[in-house]
């Protein structure tokens, strides 16, 4: 007598939730940097370049290209403090906290950021053209207090020039 | 303006710090005034001379040699061309001769030979002034040989822990394997340092050519640079310099005709200070969360993707050309005691004249942060001076004639670490620093020690409480003990030396941590 067969319960695969545009940079990300040595960390700066962030639901697509499991990907986003898993406004500024900014004011600086963003650090304002994020030395010791406004450097900041780096950064797109 | 054939160099560095000072606008009011005036000049981006506080410096090459104007900006440049600053014309910015500035001309570039002089990415400059020497005389060596010769030269590691360079070579050079690599420390992680990037920037061809030899020497084919993702500069500059060299047959198979092959690439970081630790850049070459191995197995032998490695820093690797090409005695002629050779001092943070200081070991401190910088940058008394980065220890002024070597600063419970220098004024507040450096642990922590992940949080916590004035004598014995466990209980120096910071904090600035009330009245 012939059994009944079992229906095989296939693992559930969650579908690709990404929007179509993003879907299309991760997939070109993996296209080209998943058989790199070592590749995940060249593939999540591939994506962030891309989309600015890494977005939670692009995860299984990097887990699956490397074969490895989601909670690893979820874990290397995790520990390394440049990785986001949310978007962020049009800039990206970082302010440096470490010892020789410290020693030129830094400390005060980023009390003044603060207050006139309106925002903490990992925030962005509300008119999304700021995100602020502290920053650990940006080899600029020597002309001190430093900030990067998104991969551009600034020196020997003041109030004065901080503000007007924000107000020229507010006005551009 | 003359119609010359041969146009007049005018030099504006590409150097990350020059830039955020505005050396881009100045180049840009530079090319713009000569089209205006129909002059005839060629704009070179040469890297930065390191004397930060004349940045924008900008060289015109004259007969004479090249002549400094500093600092420039581009509201000057109008100016400037009116007084024929092309010729090297007087005014107000002009610092006469490059070469003839003292706080150069006091110093002995050896590994910045080149820095501040060159077209960093330019193959043709590079070997016009000394480059790839090292490279010809490395293939007319034998391996054995040419670590032997970074073993006689004293080189040891710049990236912190000075481990000799030969030593390394040497295990590695002996472990057979069909695969090896050689592994450029880029991480740069210590606040108050730029050396590394300073010669990514200004000379990426001199460290190009210290890993090619470094993979002659062990039998390495494949070299990466781990540079961390706070230097887009240096990423752009290695990646012009690797494809420079790539195509001047520097890298690639058959290097120079030679039977040995390299091949080089750029990884970028992703913020994270543990991953300069060697074992966790590893981890984050391959891949992974930067968490800290346990040593053994040494990275000499199983290192990454588990084949033998060598782990050097930018300066280390960079310093090896001038060992092969001048030989290991010239080197070795350079320094005092057991710390040979020349080291890229960091002048950092509140001085006048901040900037990079090569020298031989065994400059006092008080050298450096008067001769060369000139006492502080806000006229105040020089109060503290951390030394070695965030985990070195804060020294007082009755420390500041410890000469600069390693041993030295080791006997006073300090450490000179990657070379940086960062100088505090007295309006700083050493209990606030001592609760900086435990944050900075705990944020930076792999979280693979319990005093380290755990520790350094309840030592923010104590450092509060004795800021707070509650129960002063149990709480600063508490942050000691503290110390100690974390001096103790730590797998590698993130741990193991925050207590440097913070004790040294306590033992010399005590009255920082006394309670508020009685400072106040004392
Ligand atoms: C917490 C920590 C951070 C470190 N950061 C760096 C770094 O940013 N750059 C570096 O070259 N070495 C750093 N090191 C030292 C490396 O572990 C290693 O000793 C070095 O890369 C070896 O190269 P060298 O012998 O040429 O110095 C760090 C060590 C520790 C414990
Ligand atoms: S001391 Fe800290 S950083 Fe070092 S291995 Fe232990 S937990 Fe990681
Ligand atoms: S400490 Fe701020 S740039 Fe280095």
């Not at chain 1, 370049?49 to 290397?76: C, F, K, M, T, W």
């Not at chain 2, 990275?299 to 993707?305: E, M, S, V």
């Not at chain 2, 505090?424 to 705990?442: G, K, L, P, W």
């Not at chain 2, 450092?463 to 001096?487: F, G, M, P, S, Y």
Request: aromatic fraction near 6%.
């Amino acid at each position: 007598m012939a059994r009944p067969a079992i229906p095989i319960q296939l693992r559930n695969e969650p579908e690709n939730n990404l929007p179509p545009d993003q879907s299309a940079a991760v997939a070109d990300v993996l296209h080209r940097l998943k058989g790199v040595p070592g590749a995940l960390l060249p593939i999540l700066h591939g994506v962030q370049e891309a989309l600015g962030y890494v977005p939670p639901d692009a995860v299984h697509l990097i887990a699956l290209a490397l074969n490895i499991s989601r909670a690893e990907v979820h874990g290397v986003i995790s520990f390394y403090h440049h990785f986001r898993s949310k978007p962020v406004a049009r800039h990206v500024l970082y302010l440096c906290r470490a010892e020789a900014c410290q020693s030129m004011g830094a400390v005060a600086l980023e009390a003044h950021a603060k207050k006139i963003l309106g925002i903490d650090f990992h925030e962005s304002t509300a008119d999304g053209a700021i995100t602020l994020e502290p920053v650990y030395c940006l080899g600029n010791c020597a002309c001190s207090p430093a900030v990067m406004l998104d991969q551009e450097l600034h020196g020997r900041m003041t109030v004065e020039k901080f503000d007007s780096l924000i107000q020229a950064t507010r006005q551009t797109a | 303006m003359s119609n010359t054939s041969t146009h007049i160099r005018v030099y504006v560095p590409r150097d990350a710090s020059a830039l955020s000072l505005g050396a881009e606008q100045t180049a840009n009011a530079i090319a713009a005034e000569a089209i205006r005036l129909g002059a005839d000049i060629q704009i070179v981006r040469n890297g930065a001379r390191g004397l930060f506080w004349l940045e924008p410096m900008v060289e015109v090459e004259t007969p004479e040699g090249r002549v400094a104007y500093g600092p420039v900006q581009a509201s000057d440049i109008a100016n400037l061309f009116a007084a024929d600053f092309l010729h090297g014309g007087k005014h107000d910015l002009r610092l006469g001769l490059t070469e003839e500035i003292p706080y150069l001309k006091r110093q002995q570039r050896l590994t910045f030979a080149r820095v501040g002089i060159t077209d960093p990415v330019s193959v043709e400059d590079y070997v016009a002034h000394g480059g790839f020497r090292g490279l010809a005389a490395a293939l007319k060596t034998s391996s054995a040989d040419i670590v032997k010769q970074v073993t006689d030269s004293g080189l040891r590691g710049r990236g912190g822990a000075a481990f000799p360079a030969g030593i390394k070579w040497k295990t590695v050079f002996s472990a057979p394997a069909e695969q090896k690599y050689i592994v450029c420390n880029a991480d740069e992680g210590d606040s108050g340092t730029y050396a590394d990037r300073m010669i990514m920037e200004g000379d990426p061809l001199v460290l190009i050519e210290g890993m090619i030899i470094a993979g002659i020497a062990v039998g390495a084919t494949q070299g990466y640079i781990y540079l961390r993702s706070e230097y887009p500069h240096a990423f752009r500059a290695l990646n012009e310099a690797i494809l420079a060299a790539k195509n001047a047959g520097y890298l690639g198979t058959g290097i120079c005709g030679s039977e040995h092959d390299f091949e080089l690439e750029v990884r970028l970081g992703a913020g994270a200070y543990i991953c300069g630790e060697e074992t966790s850049l590893l981890e984050s070459l391959e891949g992974i969360r930067g968490q800290v191995r346990f040593k053994p197995p040494l990275p000499a032998l199983k290192g990454l993707f588990g084949k033998p490695t060598v782990v050097n820093n930018v300066i280390t690797l960079a310093s090896v050309p001038i060992i092969l090409d001048r030989g290991a005695d010239f080197y070795r002629d350079f320094g005092m005691g057991r710390s040979r050779g020349t080291l890229p001092f960091q002048l950092a943070g509140n001085l006048k004249h901040a900037g990079l200081v090569e020298c031989a070991f065994g400059l006092t401190l008080r050298e450096i942060l008067y001769d060369f910088g000139g006492g502080s940058a806000t006229g105040k008394p020089i109060r503290a001076v951390q030394v070695g980065g965030p985990l070195g220890a804060y020294m007082p002024e009755s420390q500041f004639d410890t000469p600069l070597d390693y041993e030295a600063l080791a006997a006073v419970g300090a450490m000179l670490g990657h070379g940086g220098i960062v100088a505090f004024d007295d309006s700083v507040d050493m209990a606030q620093q001592a609760r900086y450096a435990m944050e900075f642990c705990a944020i930076e922590s792999c979280g693979k020690c319990t005093p380290c992940r755990i520790g350094s949080i309840r030592g923010v916590e104590v450092i509060d409480r004795i800021i707070a004035a509650q129960e002063h004598a149990k709480n600063v014995a508490l942050l000691r003990d503290l110390c100690d466990t974390l001096l103790a209980g730590s797998l590698c120096a993130l741990g193991g030396m925050v207590p440097f910071p913070v004790t040294s904090a306590l033992n010399h600035f005590a009255e920082d941590f006394e309670p508020r009330a009685l400072r106040a009245a004392s």
